[in-house]
């Protein structure tokens, strides 16, 4: 077989003998079935011996012949071996090109012709639509004719919205497409992101966001949104922080104590606003350093780090200072050395390298400083505590543990009672078994962010079982107030008084 086109091929043959009587016909036959005979489509192709060419007309695009060479005399008709073939298809051939250079209205595809076919490819381009399989009756560009690569340029799309697009390739037997592709405009609005809320205060916080991509035009505004519902707009509060790209950081002001809030980046352009991810948050402090003042330092140089919770700026440490604030010295008291009156500092278990973790411990005369009892918020005494800190007072602690179990997320088990494991510090106490108690996953404890660690001299000095800290309130010329947790205890001790003689760690309050 040779020269096959769409509907035309060459064969032929050869009569090598003529037999018994001379050959009156010869050609060749075909069919669309195997071993085709003359009462198929056929040539005559002359007569008598020697070799011939048959041209083959009438055929069909895209089909699977059969064909043999045929030779007929007195005696009858012969066949040659037989040949089979593919007509080529009638339709060019084409491909679709990658996307590219995808925006909010327009895309770039294409495609390759890379056969035309039965005739010249008179039109090529690409056509798509939102369903599946577009084609010439969906939009289309036109993009010239003929074989080869191609470019198409796609316009009057919609923003934010998923197309599919194929190449296509005519000629006069029709139309072909090439494979199917896909892709999804980008959005008109622009594409922001909420930060992280920090610097929270009780009215105000620091947040921002960061715009990505500004979408079909500009931003002309940005900033951040807040409500006490979710899913804030620019109808509640919000702030405006310059335009453009880029990240921002917004200032929130005015809000309310301890309230819930919710808020969202947000960015504007000529299609409308969009908005970033929500964050909640609730306008406090708790757990984290004391505004302006993250530390503090006493006379002997030691650093304490702060930590507010509610209203309250306290020492996150147990004081640990050998002298008052006026440089007076504490004396440093041993096992035998009690009294209610004389001012005494001990080493926790009676060992001076157990100081810089647990403090001193020290008795009542020590920490008041000669100052008189008081049981007022603030309590006015600053006793052993640095300039501008003072001892707190039974109220003052009270003022803690009822703000501490008015927040649910500090409460264990659903008892407002139980809030020392939200007050003790993840480590240093013993094991405890007991439901909610400090020493039962202790890994679960400090919330708040207060650290109280176990560390007493009372009846034993023994550490790891429990916390106490003086109050500046006395019951009696012999005992005085305090606040204690306990390893096995859930609660926060409260409701007595104990010796002044013994040694208890104190945590001092910044002065309002």
């Known amino acids: 077989m040779s020269n096959v086109t769409c509907t035309t091929a060459t064969c032929g043959g050869n009569v090598t003998s003529e037999g018994i009587t001379p050959v009156t016909a010869r050609g060749v036959c075909w069919s669309t079935s195997s071993n085709p005979t003359i009462s198929d489509s056929l040539t005559v192709d002359s007569c008598g011996l020697g070799s011939f060419t048959s041209y083959i007309t009438g055929l069909q695009p895209s089909t699977h012949y059969y064909v043999r060479a045929y030779a007929t005399n007195s005696a009858g008709t012969v066949y040659g071996t037989q040949r ?39 039109a090529r381009g690409v056509c798509w639509s939102t369903s599946i399989n577009p084609t010439t009756n969906d939009s289309m560009t036109v993009d010239s004719c003929g074989l080869g690569s191609f470019s198409s340029q796609i316009t009057g799309l919609q923003p934010n919205t998923h197309y599919y697009v194929r190449a296509y390739a005519t000629n006069t037997a029709g139309t072909v497409y090439g494979v199917q592709r896909q892709f999804t405009t980008l959005v008109a609005t622009p594409a922001i992101t909420t930060s992280g809320v920090n610097r929270i205060s009780f009215t105000s916080v620091t ?31 919000h702030t405006v922080d310059s335009s453009g790209l880029g990240s921002f950081t917004s200032h929130i002001t005015d809000l309310q104590p301890y309230t819930q809030y919710y808020v969202r980046a947000y960015a504007t352009n000529n299609s409308g606003t969009a908005y970033g991810n929500e964050v909640d948050f609730v306008s406090n402090m708790d757990s984290l350093p004391c505004p302006e003042t993250a530390t503090v330092t006493d006379y002997d140089g030691n650093i304490y780090n702060t930590v507010q919770i509610g209203y309250q700026c306290w020492m996150r440490e147990n004081l640990r200072t050998t002298h008052y604030a006026n440089g007076n010295t504490i004396p440093l008291g041993v096992n035998t050395s009690t009294s209610s009156t004389i001012a005494y500092r001990f080493y926790p278990s009676s060992n001076e390298s157990n100081v810089p973790t647990y403090g001193y411990l020290y008795n009542w005369p020590a920490v008041m400083g000669g100052s008189a009892s008081s049981n007022s918020n603030p309590s006015g005494v600053q006793g ?42 993840t480590t240093y106490w013993l094991s405890s078994n007991q439901d909610c108690a400090v020493g039962n996953t202790p890994a679960n404890n400090n919330a708040t962010g207060f650290t109280a660690i176990p560390a007493s001299k009372t009846h034993s000095s023994m550490l790891g079982n429990v916390a106490q800290f003086w109050s500046s309130t006395e019951e009696d010329d012999n005992d005085a107030y305090h606040r204690g947790l306990n390893y096995n205890a859930a609660h926060v001790g409260s409701t007595y008084a104990d010796a002044k003689l013994f040694g208890y760690s104190v945590r001092c309050l910044r002065n309002q």
């Open 384 to 425: 052993i505590c640095p300039n501008g800190w003072h001892v707190p007072s039974y109220s003052e602690w009270t003022q803690l543990t009822d703000y501490v179990s008015g927040q649910i997320s500090y409460v264990c088990g659903n008892n407002s009672n139980n809030i020392a494991k939200a007050l003790a510090s």
């Open 207 to 237: 947040c921002g966001g960061n715009v990505s991509f500004e979408g079909l035009s500009s931003v002309t505004a940005r900033g951040v949104c807040w409500s006490t519902s979710p899913n804030p707009t620019l109808n509640d509060n």
């Open 84 to 122: 089979q073939f593919n007509t080529p298809v009638a339709t060019p051939t084409v491909t679709t090109a990658v996307m590219s250079n995808v925006t909010c209205t327009t895309a770039t595809c294409g495609g390759n012709v890379t056969s035309e076919g039965i005739s010249p490819v008179t």
